[in-house]
């Protein structure tokens, strides 16, 4: 894999780079990063991934300072896959940055309490589409308002590029993958499975999903020692939300922190 430790080491090289796939991630890569370069492969294109851990998307400088950062590894894991290209955006990422302004779906679930951070997201996602120019682009939807919103991005600006989004890797607990798992504790790690047996439960008991056993749900979670940021219902494509599950699928979707250490996770109810 080569890899580029500055855009202007990028530029020289780009001439020759078309058809790309690209994996963008902030790194502290795990068995989920490696299923989108898994899957950018089979795209036959060239893959190249980006490692950036972007600032622009912290409200919390602690959240930012504490993302954990392992290199060495990671370089490792996509050398493992095949990844073909690695850039690792040096601070001239920002230079004469545009910033970008999310739409008003970006207000709603982790915008809430999370103002800004999808702004910062397409901040540096557009600098990156233009230094890149990828074919396509592959995102998890585990981060499922981040995918929404850099589609919509990316339909309503005309950009040449396909999205991509693919399903949520888990632990066998049922816990979604994702960086900041190595930040919890271990009995934190094994309470954290309770979010996802949490939704899994929501979807048995679908037919009769409304506020009121949403509200159920996030006292449990609480009494099990999570600060519930919300566990919403929602319109799959708009984010509003939503319990008509009998006329169209639902996105279920919670955020959640213990121990200080803020989690994500989703699924799609299908429609009765
Ligand atoms: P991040 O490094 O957290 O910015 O994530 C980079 C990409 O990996 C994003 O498109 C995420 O949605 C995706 N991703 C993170 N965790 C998972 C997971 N458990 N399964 C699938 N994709 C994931």
Redesign the pocket.
Known sequence: MKIFNTINEFNLAKENLTNLTF???????????T??IDFAKETGNIVIST?YV?KLQFNDINDFNNYPKTLNNDIKLLEDHGCDYLLIPDKSILENIASIKAPTKSQKLCGKNRPGHFDGVLTILKKLFDIIEPKIV??????YQ??IIVKDFINNNNLNINII??????ETSGL?????NNLLSTKNKNLASILYQTLKDIETNKVSICPDLLNLKIDYLNSCGFKVDYLTSCDEESLEECFDIHNKNLLLAVAASIGGVRLIDNIVLTKL
Do not use: C, E, W, Y
């Open positions: 994996v963008p991630t902030m790194g502290n890569l795990h068995a989920g990063h299923s989108l490692i972007n592959v995102f998890g939807m585990k981060d981040q995918f989004g693919l399903k949520t890797i888990r979604a993958l994702s960086s900041r």
